[in-house]
């Protein structure tokens, strides 16, 4: 995706990871800033389905050539889908990583928890 | 069996069943081939001796349940082929012998040919490790010589030869750590490394089982101090620790560091990495530290073959000797006054072991002990003395106007024999980047500086000439340098498409990673 | 000014002018005076070039070497031949002096060559994913057993007594750092005894990995089929480390089902030089690539379109990745690697073979001739490619080694320290250098010597010294 974008309908952590609320049930990715920082994506290690994320901490990696990053959970809950999609082509996480670049869907655990994250507007305007 | 790769080799001739004969144009371009590439059914290079003993069935011998189904598919080639081929791909390898190679932190000085000579010795290069001790005197003498010189340059007592390389000394000396604090009853959890450590640091340290903590660097480039106090506690084993740092500044808080880390039980590690600055100056053990490993490979010449061998050789202080790996090379008197003898000890109720097998790098050994009798005090002294003459030349060239704008010093101060610059106002104003800055140095046959390291430097650029290069291989460095600037200024995009004219082109590492190919199919 | 540096006084005085100092001395402001040496190093002067070369051919004159003894010395080094070729390209300054390809532009030579290394190991090996080599043997176990504890994070490692006394001494040295508990499982009848693994096995909840060797250091073959196959029914891995000069006809890991395969590159082009440098070889299946150590070369294009090479998969490695690595490897052995696959490439597909066939018949000629000694009998009957184990009725086979040496022949490795349980053990190995005449004369110096000790006689002037 050639130019920043930061969709209004998502939530967002300060760490560079957006969460979409669909009821009980989010979506999680990373944002443009991320994918643009780490240049062409080579590699999505992804979690197991069923495992636990945790609001804050890391639950998979992403690789490009030379850097690697973890990837932070918004909100904490249970995996109930991975992109699989992301083994073949990593690099829609580059391309549309607010689409086809989705990593995994959480059942959520303490929707209150969207609270904390930041709005569209407030993380573009950290990002400087 | 001939194997053609799926990947055809670009330019040649055209695949076998061609309707035309090849146009000279194709012809040119030289296919690049893998040795699997040019194998022929039938072709040899080797011919075994002759069986002079009487034939045995072979399923008698080894059943052939135990034999494997079908032979590695080994090339077939002739000699002259071999020959060809290999000498052929040596000519695309820049190389130390051939230009200038200003990597920081790497020490790439002149490789002296005279060490061949004697590596190739049949007394060293056909001895067998397990040899009697009574029957390989001079290679036991030669490894004591060396030690002792190592010890004498480090400030410390005593000198293990095991460690295969820089990162397997550090986990040598991590690990002696570890015994060292076990012995004493206690158990630390943690290790202190600067944000600018090299990453073989952290990685050893996991390895060692020990969690990394970070300590933070000061703004004049030493180690923060309020940040070292507050983070070294009882739960820390060890501070590892390289000085002069990979920003190529000297620490002058070295015995305040030291002192901070002694105070709380913890051992302080010397990377010796950046040793190239201090040979015959200061040394290591003066500066408070326990542990000290040497790269045999970085000041002392042995070659670096392309990414090794090297050697990583630690010295100890006293309270450390306990627990080197074993064998260690020892010295006997013996009682009627005669001339010394030398002996593999292998009763060492504390030591940690061994990291490896036998003992040691010995080919390496030769090299670096030819250089250090070659080069004697004085020698090694001057050699230190040259290496951070030279840096800090090069340094002022490249703080002239038209270069420091756009690449300035990082930190500002006398550098050691290294320096790190920062291409961060060059991408700014030029738009190109350090990376942009190093392809087109592949143009001008010099090999670029370390780039993107250390870390804590945007767009670093970490130079170090060392001490076996003349001052006119400087001037020409910065004259390019500036040039390139000049030259970015009017069109950055030759430097964003350099290099262009070495052999190959920028490679594409993304589709190398994303699908690797690790080897010929066949 | 040395004869390596070149910065003349009038060199000198315009640096140091152009830096803003008067002396080079100043440029060490930052070291403390309290730090200073303050005076030379306590070693000896410098010496010219020839007077450094007369110096070490002295010290190489006091060493015996293969040169000056026959020599039946193995335990995981041995004295093949290395071809003149080897020597001449790998003198050559592209190959002998640069550094890590880490601008792969200037290194497409360094690189290829350690793709078609892999190529040979993987070939070797019968595994699809190799390095570009680690330091040498036993470290290489070391290795095996940090990838087993990344993939499946288990704290037992089983090692058979088979395995190089060094590898298993690395892997306890190791151990310190990583938690993992190294348990043996001992031999029967000279191989490993798989009802002693099946009861150290268990329930194989806890077990990481199982660790074998091929031939094992007593020479014997293994059969590693159902010893990896019993790793896997506990979920653990499977690693042998291999001789690689028999895997040229012995069963492949790849096929025995072995998850990792390691072992010493020494006998691939590389010298025996006190024991190094050598180089490790690593290779493993494709489910642990992005947990192997060290360098890979990859294949791709550049912006032409070209073919090229470049280091791949850098995201496990210590520059990168740093306290997460898959190993703190940096510099590991990339000359000693061109060697072996520039040797692999000589041998080719059927000289490997014949080497190896060659090697099994001398090798059971000799076991033959050395058990009929009276006061020798063979440590074990298994198949032997190598390398074979004798027990000596002998009260100490120190002094019997002693006596073939005073005779210019090195019978081999004494096994008492290694293997207390036996100690009339002596490991005899061969290569393709050890004739017919040489394995003759050995029987004949070693069954004097034996007969000797056994008889009592006294020992001759300059044994036993």
Redesign the interface.
């Known amino acids: 995706m050639a130019d920043a974008s930061y969709p209004d309908d998502l939530l967002y952590h300060a760490e560079h990871d957006w969460a979409r609320l669909d009821g009980d049930v989010a979506t999680f990715g990373i944002t443009w800033y991320a994918q643009d920082s780490l240049g062409e994506v080579v590699f999505f290690d992804p979690p197991q389905a069923g495992g636990q994320v945790r609001a804050g901490e890391s639950y998979a990696e992403v690789e490009s050539v030379k850097a690697v990053s973890d990837v932070i959970a918004p909100l904490s809950g249970e995996i109930v889908e991975v992109n699989d999609a992301l083994g073949d082509a990593p690099e829609q996480i580059n391309e549309d990583p607010y689409g086809e670049g989705w990593m995994v869907k959480v059942r959520l655990s303490d929707p209150s928890e969207r609270d904390a994250l930041l709005s569209a507007a407030d993380y573009a305007a950290q990002l400087d | 069996m001939s194997a053609q790769a799926p990947s055809a080799p670009d330019g040649g001739a055209p695949a076998g069943g061609a309707e035309r004969e090849p146009t000279t144009d194709e012809l040119l371009v030289e296919p690049v081939l893998t040795i699997y590439e040019r194998s022929r059914e039938g072709r040899r290079a080797f011919a075994a001796p002759a069986l002079d003993v009487p034939a045995r069935p072979l399923d008698e011998l080894l059943p052939p349940a135990l034999r494997r189904a079908a032979p590695a598919r080994l090339p077939e080639v002739s000699e002259p082929e071999l020959v060809r081929h290999y000498n052929g791909i040596s000519k695309r390898n820049f190389d130390l012998d051939s230009g200038f190679y200003p990597l920081g932190s790497c020490t790439m000085k002149h490789n002296p040919k005279l060490h061949e000579r004697v590596a190739a010795l049949p007394g060293n290069a056909r001895l067998h490790p397990l040899q009697d001790p009574r029957r390989a005197q001079g290679a036991l003498e030669l490894m004591w010589n060396l030690q002792e010189t190592l010890a004498e340059i480090a400030g410390l007592p005593y000198v293990s030869l095991q460690p295969s390389a820089g990162s397997h000394g550090e986990l040598a000396g991590v690990l002696l750590t570890r015994a060292y604090h076990e012995d004493r009853g206690e158990r630390r959890t943690k290790v202190l490394t600067p944000d600018t450590a090299h990453g073989t640091n952290p990685a050893t340290v996991t390895m060692a089982g020990y969690e990394v903590v970070k300590v933070g660097t000061a703004p004049d480039g030493g180690v923060d101090l309020d940040d070292l106090r507050a983070k070294a506690d009882d739960q820390v084993a060890c501070l590892m620790l390289t000085n002069p740092n990979t920003l190529g500044l000297f620490d002058a808080n070295i015995a305040e560091i030291a002192r901070i880390v002694h105070g709380v039980g913890a051992t302080l590690y010397y990377d010796g990495a950046n040793l190239n600055a201090i040979m015959g100056i200061t040394r290591p053990g003066d500066m408070g530290f326990d542990i000290v490993h040497f790269n045999l490979h970085k000041s002392f010449t042995q070659p670096h073959g392309g990414g090794g061998p090297g050697a990583g050789p630690i010295a100890v202080s006293e309270r450390i000797e306990p627990f080197l790996p074993r064998p260690q090379v020892v010295r006997r008197e013996p009682a009627d006054g005669g001339p010394p003898s030398f002996d593999l000890d292998h009763e060492r109720p504390k030591s940690i072991g061994k990291l490896r097998g036998f003992q040691g790098n010995y080919g390496v050994f030769v090299r670096s002990y030819a250089y250090i009798r070659s080069l004697g005090a004085a020698g090694l002294r001057e050699a230190s003395e040259t290496a951070v003459l030279n840096a800090n030349y090069l340094l002022a060239l490249l703080k002239r106007a038209g270069v420091a704008e756009h690449l300035p010093v990082a930190y500002d101060r006398v550098c050691m024999h290294e320096f790190v610059l920062s291409g961060a106002p060059m991408r700014r104003e030029l738009g190109i980047r350090t990376l942009d800055l190093a392809k087109r140095l592949l143009d001008f046959k010099v090999h670029p500086p370390t780039v993107y390291f250390p870390l804590l430097v945007d767009e670093a650029l970490l130079v170090e000439p060392t001490e076996t290069e003349t001052k006119e291989t400087l001037e020409r460095f910065a004259a390019i340098v500036a040039a390139i600037l000049r030259e970015a200024a009017d069109d950055p995009e030759i430097a964003r498409q350099a290099p262009s004219t070495t052999l190959v082109r920028r490679l594409d590492e993304a589709k190398a990673a994303k699908q690797p190919v690790i080897r010929q199919p066949l | 000014?040395?004869?390596?540096?070149?910065?003349t006084d009038a060199?000198?005085r315009?640096?140091?002018d152009?830096?803003?100092?008067a002396s080079?001395d100043?440029?060490?402001?930052?070291?403390?005076p309290?730090?200073?040496?303050g005076r030379?190093?306590?070693?000896?002067?410098?010496?010219a070039?020839q007077e450094?070369?007369e110096?070490?051919?002295?010290?190489?004159?006091?060493?015996?070497?293969?040169?000056?003894e026959i020599?039946f010395?193995g335990?995981?080094?041995y004295?093949h031949y290395v071809?003149a070729?080897i020597?001449?390209?790998l003198?050559?300054?592209?190959?002998?002096?640069?550094?890590?390809?880490?601008?792969?532009?200037?290194?497409?030579?360094?690189l290829?060559?350690m793709?078609?290394y892999?190529?040979?190991i993987?070939?070797?090996t019968?595994l699809?994913?190799?390095n570009?080599?680690v330091?040498?043997?036993?470290?290489a176990v070391?290795a095996a057993a940090?990838l087993a504890k990344l993939a499946n994070g288990r704290a037992r490692v089983l090692v058979s007594r088979g395995v190089?006394p060094?590898?298993r001494?690395?892997l306890?040295?190791?151990a310190?750092?990583?938690?993992q508990e190294i348990v043996e499982v001992p031999l029967r009848d000279g191989v490993t005894d798989p009802d002693a693994l099946a009861a150290a096995l268990g329930d194989g909840a806890d077990v990481n990995a199982l660790i074998l060797q091929q031939p094992n250091f007593l020479g014997a073959?293994e059969?590693l089929e159902p010893l990896a196959a019993a790793a896997h029914g506990v979920g653990a891995l499977a690693i042998c480390a291999c001789d690689p000069i028999p895997?040229?006809?012995?069963?492949?890991p790849g096929?025995c089902g072995i998850d990792v395969a390691v072992g010493?590159g020494q006998t691939l082009g590389n010298?025996?030089?006190?024991?190094?440098?050598s180089?490790g070889f690593f290779a493993a299946t494709e489910a642990h690539?992005?947990r192997m150590p060290g360098?890979?070369?990859?294949?791709?294009?550049?912006?032409?379109?070209?073919?090229?090479?470049?280091l791949?998969?850098?995201?496990r490695?210590?520059?990168?990745?740093?306290?997460?690595?898959t190993?703190?490897?940096?510099?590991?052995?990339?000359?000693?690697a061109?060697a072996g696959?520039?040797y692999?490439?000589?041998?080719?597909?059927?000289?490997?073979?014949?080497?190896g066939?060659?090697l099994?018949?001398?090798t059971?000629?000799a076991r033959d001739a050395l058990a009929a000694i009276d006061g020798i009998a063979p440590l074990h009957e298994q198949?032997v490619?190598r390398e074979l184990a004798l027990e000596l009725d002998v009260p100490d086979v120190a002094r019997v080694?002693e006596r073939c040496?005073a005779e210019g022949v090195?019978p081999g490795?004494p096994l008492a320290?290694d293997y207390p349980e036996h100690p009339g053990g002596l490991l005899v190995a061969l290569t393709?250098r050890r004739?017919?005449?040489q394995?003759d004369r050995l029987t004949d110096v070693l069954a004097r010597a034996v007969a000797a000790e056994r008889s009592g006689a006294e020992t001759p002037a300059g044994v036993g010294?």
């Open positions: 000014m040395t004869v390596y540096t070149s910065a060199d000198r315009a640096m140091l152009a830096i803003g100092v080079v100043e440029l060490f402001a930052d070291v403390p309290a730090l200073r040496l030379p190093l306590a070693l000896p002067d410098g010496m070039e450094v070369y110096h070490l051919r002295e010290l190489a004159a006091r060493n015996v070497s293969a040169e000056d020599s010395l335990a995981g080094m004295d071809p070729l020597d001449s390209i003198q050559r300054s592209e190959f002998l002096t640069p550094y890590t390809p880490y601008q792969p532009e200037v290194s497409q030579g360094g290829q060559a793709f078609e892999q190529t040979a993987s070939e070797l019968g699809p994913v190799s570009a080599s330091y040498e043997g036993p470290s070391g940090y190089h060094h590898s001494e690395t306890r040295t190791l310190a750092g990583t938690g073959v059969d895997l040229g006809i012995l069963r492949t096929e010493e010298r025996l030089d006190f024991g190094g440098p180089f690539l992005r360098r890979i070369a990859g294949e791709t294009k550049d912006a032409d379109g070209r073919r090229g090479f470049v791949t998969l850098q995201t490695e210590q520059h990168i990745r740093r306290e997460k690595a190993s703190n490897i940096c510099t590991s052995q990339a000359l000693n061109l696959v520039i692999l490439s000589w041998l080719g597909r059927r000289g490997l073979v014949e080497l066939e060659l099994v018949q001398r059971a000629y198949p490619v080694v040496a090195n490795y320290r393709e004739t017919r005449e394995i010294a």
